[in-house]
């Protein structure tokens, strides 16, 4: 065998065991994704009780009219009034608790991050490589056809990947003015991802 045909010998090699090593990371993920989803979805109450928490220090007179209970709003928004004076610390103490929530977020994110690069990995993989005319060593129950599948639905769902091209680190600081903005983002990944993984899953 020449010096260049046995180099190509060992790209290809290469190629495939990282192929395999993308398959692995997404099947890893996929079989995890509800254990994900529960783990957002709690960040996503917390948000909401966060969100709750920050409105009912900045009371506004709407808040009696629109009620149904309107002694019980007028109470409300009155103690309100007077306890103005605390707000501010009552603030930085819902300002702890989202940083709190967005931590493990972060945490959270980055699992995905590592999956989401497998899935594009593998919708620029080329199919060309896993056919019959080449003779490679397929891990044991796995089949040229297995292979040829999940790169075909890694390009079908490649659009949906757009929706996460922002930096997190960035987007998803604790800021209290955000908190509704950073509830439906992330809203958003978990509905996307679970898309994600049960089309990749039906293959």
Request: overall charge neutral; aromatic content about 8%; glycine content about 4%.
């Amino acid at each position: 065998m020449s010096a260049a045909r046995k180099e190509l010998q060992q790209v290809l090699c290469r190629y495939v065991t990282e192929t395999f090593s993308y398959i692995d990371t997404v099947r890893e993920f996929c079989e995890d994704v509800s254990k994900w989803g529960l783990g957002r979805e709690t960040e996503l109450n917390m948000m909401i009780d966060i969100k709750e928490s920050v409105d009912s220090i900045d009371l506004n007179f709407d808040h009696v009219s629109k009620s149904e209970e309107k002694g019980k709003a007028l109470g409300e928004y009155l103690k309100n009034k007077l306890t103005q004076v605390t707000a501010d610390s009552r603030r930085a103490k819902l300002q702890e608790e989202l940083a709190a929530v967005l931590k493990d977020t972060l945490v959270g994110l980055a699992k995905l991050e590592y999956f989401l690069d497998a899935v594009e990995k593998l919708a620029v993989t080329s199919l060309h490589v896993f056919t019959e005319k080449q003779a490679l060593s397929l891990p044991k129950g796995i089949t040229l056809d297995c292979v040829q599948v999940v790169i075909t639905a890694a390009r079908r769902i490649c659009p949906l990947l757009l929706e996460f091209k922002r930096d997190a680190q960035v987007f998803f600081l604790p800021r209290l003015q955000n908190v509704e903005v950073l509830f439906y983002e992330l809203y958003k990944y978990i509905e996307t991802t679970q898309k994600i993984c049960e089309t990749l899953g039906k293959r």
